[in-house]
């Protein structure tokens, strides 16, 4: 059984964003916690990212981001 909790939440820019995260395994007993600093989002996304040929890339290959 696995379980992902998200544990703080904050307002940033105006959208809810998870700061941080835990994941964790019952049956192995290991966890991972993420936290997220300095979060920042875009004033804009170039809308080309969210073609299909640039999904199915990823945005490191179509040169976004």
């Known amino acids: 059984l696995k379980r992902v909790q998200i544990l703080e939440i904050e307002r940033i820019d105006n959208i809810w964003t998870a700061r941080t995260i835990t994941a964790s395994n019952y ?3 290991h966890s991972t916690e993420f ?8 004033d804009s996304i170039d809308a080309s990212l969210f073609e299909p040929e640039a999904l199915g890339r990823g945005i490191g290959a179509s040169g976004g981001l």
Do not use: L, S, V
């Open 27 to 29: 049956r192995t007993g």
């Open 35 to 42: 936290r997220f600093e300095d979060i920042a989002y875009p």
